[in-house]
């Protein structure tokens, strides 16, 4: 490493949990361990990475690549600095492009980058931790025969693209532990909902009805979360879950003020947008930018490289370009 991670006091995070799971593993070696993933780039991520330096990881065994709409510009520099391999990319973002197509083609570049260090390197274990499923769809389709590998996915978005393939390596899907959907929802939703309110707060008329798209872990923690204070119906797939049938969508979205996508797919489709009410506000809390279309919204406007734009559209309102409104530039 090239750098002390006592240098770096001011990205590292206090994370008990983390701590606590550190000293548990207190023996392990991870010193001819390559981990290779996809990660949003914030102090709590870094905090995590020292940890692993702590336990041997070689910087240069680790190679990461951000999203453009979650990468602290101060912890890809610091990653950098440390001789972590990480991708120029993770910045990358053009508005008239949908971003899961330009991510998976510069993820691809990414990987092709290393993957001749994977084959001629013994490693004892090679770790490709993963969030959205991308990255491991790479990796399975450009690495095989090798029995050192592990999959780690992070999201539901992940676990149902990877559950229609046939893996050659074991992936642990944690996007589904009780842990994660006991506990980091609600505070997912807790953040998304405070920007939210900021993001609002000065758009007229102020939005009262309110369709959650989804009502999954996501969905149904941000129903309860608003019940309180705007009439709240929510929509899914799933019928046994939702207040109105597919067949009845078109009729049903031009009653509200507000739309909120927690599925993780595309949950308002460009062929939707004559239907809804104008004004509307289009918000998602789920990943990247497909939850509504948003790259077809952002064509109708000059190209921006600004991820984190409020984009105003024939009396569509897209928060955030479309990303989620839990990361934003502050």
Same mark, same amino acid.
């Given at each position: 490493?090239?750098?002390?991670?006592?240098?770096?006091?001011?990205?590292?995070?206090?994370?008990?949990?983390?701590?606590?799971?550190?000293?548990?593993?207190?023996?392990?070696?991870?010193?001819?361990?390559?981990?290779?993933?996809?990660?949003?780039?914030?102090?709590?991520?870094?905090?995590?990475?020292?940890?692993?330096?702590?336990?041997?990881?070689?910087?240069?065994?680790?190679? %990461?690549?951000?999203?453009? *709409?979650? #990468?602290?510009?101060?912890?890809?520099?610091?990653?950098? !600095? +440390?001789?972590?391999? @990480? =991708?120029?990319?993770?910045?990358?973002?053009?508005?008239?492009?949908?971003?899961?197509?330009?991510?998976?083609?510069?993820?691809?570049?990414?990987?092709?980058?290393?993957?001749?260090?994977?084959?001629?390197?013994?490693?004892?274990?090679?770790?490709?931790?993963?969030?959205?499923?991308?990255?491991?769809?790479?990796?399975?389709?450009?690495?095989?025969?090798?029995?050192?590998?592990?999959?780690?996915?992070?999201?539901?978005?992940?676990?149902?693209?990877?559950?229609?393939?046939?893996?050659?390596?074991?992936?642990?899907?944690?996007?589904?532990?009780?842990?994660?959907?006991?506990?980091?929802?609600?505070?997912?939703?807790?953040?998304?909902?405070?920007?939210?309110?900021?993001?609002?707060?000065?758009?007229?008329?102020?939005?009262?009805? %309110?369709?959650?798209?989804? *009502?999954? #872990?996501?969905?149904?923690?941000?129903?309860?979360?608003? !019940? +309180?204070?705007?009439? @709240? =119906?929510?929509?899914?797939?799933?019928?046994?879950?939702?207040?109105?049938?597919?067949?009845?969508?078109?009729?049903?979205?031009?009653?509200?003020?507000?739309?909120?996508?927690?599925?993780?797919?595309?949950?308002?489709?460009?062929?939707?947008?004559?239907?809804?009410?104008?004004?509307?506000?289009?918000?998602?809390?789920?990943?990247?930018?497909?939850?509504?279309?948003?790259?077809?919204?952002?064509?109708?406007?000059?190209?921006?490289?600004?991820?984190?734009?409020?984009?105003?559209?024939?009396?569509?309102?897209?928060?955030?370009?479309?990303?989620?409104?839990?990361?934003?530039?502050?």
């Amino acid at each position: 490493m090239t750098t002390d991670i006592q240098e770096t006091t001011d990205l590292l995070r206090d994370l008990p949990l983390l701590r606590k799971a550190a000293a548990y593993h207190d023996g392990i070696d991870l010193s001819k361990t390559l981990i290779i993933c996809v990660q949003h780039l914030y102090s709590t991520t870094y905090t995590m990475f020292s940890e692993l330096f702590r336990k041997g990881l070689d910087p240069q065994n680790l190679f %990461v690549s951000g999203k453009c *709409y979650s #990468t602290d510009p101060s912890v890809y520099q610091q990653l950098k !600095k +440390d001789g972590v391999r @990480i =991708s120029s990319d993770s910045h990358f973002f053009d508005s008239h492009q949908e971003y899961d197509q330009v991510f998976q083609s510069n993820l691809e570049t990414f990987f092709d980058e290393f993957l001749e260090r994977i084959r001629t390197h013994n490693y004892e274990k090679i770790i490709i931790l993963d969030d959205g499923g991308i990255l491991l769809s790479i990796a399975n389709k450009k690495i095989s025969g090798l029995s050192n590998i592990i999959g780690i996915e992070q999201t539901s978005a992940g676990y149902n693209r990877l559950s229609k393939s046939n893996l050659a390596f074991p992936v642990v899907n944690v996007a589904r532990s009780w842990i994660k959907m006991k506990y980091e929802s609600p505070i997912i939703i807790n953040l998304a909902l405070n920007k939210l309110k900021q993001k609002i707060a000065h758009i007229s008329p102020s939005p009262r009805k %309110v369709l959650v798209m989804g *009502y999954g #872990t996501l969905g149904q923690c941000v129903c309860k979360a608003l !019940k +309180d204070k705007y009439e @709240i =119906s929510h929509f899914d797939l799933c019928m046994e879950r939702s207040m109105f049938s597919s067949e009845s969508l078109r009729n049903e979205l031009g009653a509200f003020d507000l739309i909120i996508g927690t599925t993780g797919e595309a949950s308002i489709s460009k062929d939707l947008f004559p239907y809804l009410k104008k004004p509307v506000i289009l918000s998602s809390i789920s990943s990247s930018d497909r939850e509504l279309d948003a790259a077809y919204l952002r064509r109708s406007q000059e190209k921006t490289h600004n991820c984190h734009a409020d984009l105003y559209i024939d009396g569509i309102t897209l928060l955030n370009c479309g990303f989620p409104i839990n990361f934003d530039a502050d």
